[in-house]
């Protein structure tokens, strides 16, 4: 069945450093990739996205990776502030059925120490 | 810059009885979703909405669930017979055609009591 998971539920970075937050996907057919980052009482907000026919992607002090072969997701944030604090979801998609839905993953907590 | 609007953003009702979660989408936008996310979980992906009917909807999506767009902007998820499982973060999302990106509200917290 479809599923998108993560590697480790909370991360702690100094801050400064460098993040690097992973995700697992199976579904073979998905061709978008969306990471989505939310702040407490807050929803999803847009990070980067990133479509199958690409490797990577840059964005401002984000990029993502996508490796299709082990079906891996990454988020690599640069310098990380504590305005960075949150839980950052993958999600992916396809339009197989038309819509476009997302298909989350659990969530990494991503605390900046300072 | 637009945005995806919810209310309330808290509703607490009794089990058993109705509730209606609005959203405003973005104004030009075609695809409508509502997606729930119970307390420490995952977001969950329940219906997708588009050109007045359902496109595709979840397992969670039972018959106690509906959806509506009444009139050119509202779109509103009905449950009309609430559990205690039910409370959950409940999140609208739109999106253009021809785009991939979803925007999404900052969710209805409903707490079943």
């Known amino acids: 069945g479809e599923s998108v998971g993560l590697h480790l539920p909370t991360l702690s970075v100094q801050e400064g450093d460098n993040s690097i937050i992973n995700c697992a996907y199976s579904?073979?057919?998905?061709?978008?990739f969306i990471w989505y980052k939310q702040e407490s009482g807050k929803g999803p907000q847009f990070i980067i996205d990133?479509?199958?026919?690409?490797d990577k992607r840059q964005g401002q002090r984000v990029t993502v990776l996508l490796n299709k072969t082990v079906k891996h997701l990454s988020l690599q944030i640069a310098a990380t502030q504590p305005g960075d604090s949150a839980v950052y979801f993958c999600?992916?998609?396809?339009?197989?059925?038309?819509?476009?839905?997302?298909?989350f993953g659990t969530g990494t907590r991503l605390k900046v120490l300072a | 810059e637009p945005e995806v609007t919810q209310t309330p953003s808290h509703q607490v009702t009794q089990m058993g009885q109705e509730v209606i979660l609005r959203c405003v989408p973005i104004?030009?936008?075609?695809?409508f979703y509502w997606y729930r996310q119970i307390l420490g979980q995952k977001v969950e992906f329940l219906v997708s909405?588009?050109?007045?009917?359902?496109?595709?909807k979840s397992e969670i999506f039972d018959d106690q669930f509906s959806v509506e767009r009444p009139d050119g902007s509202n779109f509103t998820l009905k449950i009309r017979s609430t559990k205690l499982e039910d409370s959950a973060m409940y999140f609208c999302?739109?999106?253009?055609?021809?785009?991939?990106?979803?925007?999404f509200g900052q969710g209805t917290r409903l707490t079943v009591v």
């Open positions: 999302a739109s999106r253009g055609q021809g785009d991939t990106e979803a925007f």
């Open positions: 579904n073979s057919a998905s061709d978008y």
């Open positions: 990133i479509r199958s026919n690409m």
């Open positions: 999600a992916e998609s396809s339009n197989l059925s038309g819509t476009y839905k997302y298909i």
């Open positions: 104004s030009n936008h075609l695809y």
């Open positions: 909405f588009y050109n007045n009917e359902i496109s595709e």
